[in-house]
Structure formats: structure tokens, C-alpha cells
């Protein structure tokens, strides 16, 4: 396997999210927005040896949505379903319960002011589901041993025009040594501070997307889940992915590489093939 193709990681869990009260958003928002991804995945006219070295897409769906074999067989792609229940065995999701716990708590609720309203900080589903993204990315490695090249794609990421790609990422375009997060805006020496972050939630790295070759990454989902118990048992916080790996890049810049492209969820586009 070329060690230029990519196999890219994505997940759906349901939480119901239509029915929030607040940032909601349907299940057909979710999978309109994720079809354009999919679409790169379209098997071609071309052999089976040739296919099997193309890049390919994982996709963990939540098992209430079924995916028939003819469907799955039209792309290169492989589904592992997932439920509520299941997600128990994967580390970051484990620890839901302190997840919550936190989230009742009057501290963390003065703590956060005005974002207690935020799902993250709110909705422990949500901010776990969006930690177990290392650990989803972390399955596709075990499963897939001859790619060495890895990206995870949020679910929802095409939710606008704008952010549709019209090809795959080019891994020349990017360090394929490290971990690659694309920032909004810069990081600066104030953003060392976790607290600050929890309360002013700069906008920093974007969690829609990072990529990186399997060692980066397996010494990223170390550094991660360290991270996440620190945060729960040291801080006595929760707080979303990507402020998590704001905190794991002053751990260890050396392991990033952060490009800045000014706007969410610009990344697919910024790197993608051209003719």
C-alpha cells in the first residue's frame, strides 16, 4: 500500500440532537452533509488491485441507521456500527459518568458563566462522542494495517456550499510526520491557559479534521486520553475536543503541525487534489 493513501475515519451516534432546545440539529442536516463526503468515495471503472490501493473511508454508525450491503458496495468504504451501549467499551466514552457528574455540578457551572448553555459543557453525550474521535481513529489503525496515512472528517462537515471538496486531500500538501490541525486563528501564549479557554472559548484549532501518520497519531491518542483524565480528575472541567488538543500541543508542539487558514471548516478544500 502506497504510503500516500489516506484512510479517513467518520462516526454518526444519534443524540437526538433535532430535538434540543438549543444549536439543534436534524439527523437528515447531518447525513445531507456528510453525502458529499461519501460521494469522494465512489467506486470507479477500475480494478479491483487498483481499488483496494485507493484511498478508502471508515464510517462508525449509529446501528439504528442501516446501510444496505448494495449501498456500501457502491463506494470504498467499511461500516461498524455503534449504539450508546457499545461506546462503553472505548476509552474516552467510559468516562461519561464523570463527564456528568462535573456538568451537574455548581462549581463547573460558575466556572463556565454564560457557556453552561453549550452542549460541551452541558450535554456529556456530546463532548464524548466528539473525545472519542482519537479513539475511533485509533480502531480504524488496528483494522487497517496497511495504510499509514490517517484523517478524521466530522459527520456533518459539508453543512454549507462553501465547504464542499471536489477531490480527496493531497498528502503533499501537508506534513505527513505530525499531527495536522488547521486553526481559525492563531494560537498564542494566553491560550496556554485552560481556564481562560473554558470560559472565553477563543477560537483556536478546529476539531472538524486533523490527519497524520499511524506513530504521530498513536503517541496523539496517548497524549489525549492523558490529557482528558486530567481534565476531569485534576481540573474537575470538561471542555470540548478541540480545546483538549489546544492543551496536547503546548504538552508537545513538536507532535503538530497547525496550519492557518483563517476559517471553519476550510481544511478539505484547502488541501485537496487538483488537476
Same mark, same amino acid.
Given at each position: 500500500?502506497?504510503?500516500?493513501?489516506?484512510?479517513?475515519?467518520?462516526?454518526? /451516534? +444519534?443524540?437526538?440532537?433535532?430535538?434540543?432546545?438549543?444549536?439543534?440539529?436534524?439527523?437528515?442536516?447531518?447525513?445531507?452533509?456528510?453525502?458529499?463526503?461519501? +460521494?469522494?468515495?465512489?467506486?470507479?471503472?477500475?480494478?479491483?488491485?487498483?481499488?483496494?490501493?485507493d484511498d478508502h473511508l471508515v464510517l462508525f454508525m449509529d446501528d439504528s441507521f442501516v446501510l444496505s450491503e448494495d449501498?456500501?458496495?457502491?463506494?470504498?468504504?467499511?461500516?461498524?456500527?455503534?449504539?450508546?451501549?457499545s461506546m462503553s467499551s472505548r476509552f474516552c466514552w467510559s468516562h461519561i459518568g464523570m463527564e456528568r457528574f462535573?456538568?451537574?455540578?455548581?462549581?463547573?457551572?460558575?466556572?463556565?458563566?454564560?457557556?453552561?448553555k453549550f452542549p460541551e459543557h452541558s450535554f456529556?453525550?456530546?463532548?464524548?462522542i466528539n473525545h472519542s474521535k482519537i479513539d475511533f481513529i485509533d480502531q480504524a489503525m488496528t483494522e487497517f494495517p496497511?495504510?499509514?496515512?490517517?484523517?478524521?472528517?466530522?459527520?456533518?462537515?459539508?453543512? /454549507?456550499?462553501?465547504?464542499?471538496p471536489t477531490a480527496l486531500v493531497d498528502p503533499s500538501k501537508l506534513d505527513c510526520t505530525r499531527v495536522t490541525y488547521t486553526l481559525i486563528n492563531p494560537m498564542t501564549e494566553d491560550d496556554r491557559d485552560i481556564l481562560k479557554t473554558l470560559r472565553k472559548a477563543p477560537e483556536r484549532m478546529g476539531g472538524f479534521f486533523f490527519f497524520g501518520p499511524r506513530d504521530a497519531l498513536t503517541t496523539y491518542r496517548d497524549l489525549y486520553r492523558e490529557t482528558l483524565l486530567?481534565?476531569? +480528575?485534576?481540573?474537575?472541567?470538561?471542555?470540548?475536543?478541540?480545546?483538549?488538543?489546544?492543551?496536547?500541543?503546548?504538552? +508537545?508542539?513538536?507532535?503538530?503541525?497547525?496550519?492557518?487558514?483563517?476559517?471553519?471548516?476550510?481544511?478539505?478544500?484547502a488541501f485537496q487534489k487538483t488537476n
Amino acid at each position: 500500500m502506497s504510503s500516500q493513501k489516506v484512510c479517513y475515519v467518520s462516526a454518526f /451516534l +444519534n443524540l437526538n440532537r433535532g430535538g434540543w432546545s438549543q444549536f439543534s440539529r436534524t439527523t437528515h442536516e447531518y447525513f445531507r452533509a456528510f453525502i458529499p463526503i461519501l +460521494n469522494l468515495f465512489k467506486k470507479q471503472d477500475i480494478s479491483k488491485e487498483e481499488e483496494e490501493l485507493d484511498d478508502h473511508l471508515v464510517l462508525f454508525m449509529d446501528d439504528s441507521f442501516v446501510l444496505s450491503e448494495d449501498l456500501i458496495s457502491q463506494y470504498r468504504l467499511t461500516v461498524y456500527p455503534i449504539s450508546h451501549e457499545s461506546m462503553s467499551s472505548r476509552f474516552c466514552w467510559s468516562h461519561i459518568g464523570m463527564e456528568r457528574f462535573i456538568m451537574s455540578t455548581e462549581r463547573f457551572k460558575l466556572l463556565v458563566g454564560h457557556r453552561k448553555k453549550f452542549p460541551e459543557h452541558s450535554f456529556p453525550e456530546y463532548s464524548m462522542i466528539n473525545h472519542s474521535k482519537i479513539d475511533f481513529i485509533d480502531q480504524a489503525m488496528t483494522e487497517f494495517p496497511a495504510y499509514n496515512l490517517f484523517s478524521w472528517v466530522d459527520f456533518g462537515y459539508c453543512a /454549507l456550499p462553501e465547504r464542499i471538496p471536489t477531490a480527496l486531500v493531497d498528502p503533499s500538501k501537508l506534513d505527513c510526520t505530525r499531527v495536522t490541525y488547521t486553526l481559525i486563528n492563531p494560537m498564542t501564549e494566553d491560550d496556554r491557559d485552560i481556564l481562560k479557554t473554558l470560559r472565553k472559548a477563543p477560537e483556536r484549532m478546529g476539531g472538524f479534521f486533523f490527519f497524520g501518520p499511524r506513530d504521530a497519531l498513536t503517541t496523539y491518542r496517548d497524549l489525549y486520553r492523558e490529557t482528558l483524565l486530567e481534565f476531569q +480528575n485534576d481540573y474537575g472541567i470538561t471542555d470540548d475536543d478541540q480545546a483538549l488538543a489546544q492543551v496536547c500541543y503546548f504538552k +508537545n508542539p513538536d507532535l503538530f503541525s497547525l496550519v492557518h487558514l483563517g476559517k471553519w471548516h476550510a481544511a478539505l478544500c484547502a488541501f485537496q487534489k487538483t488537476n
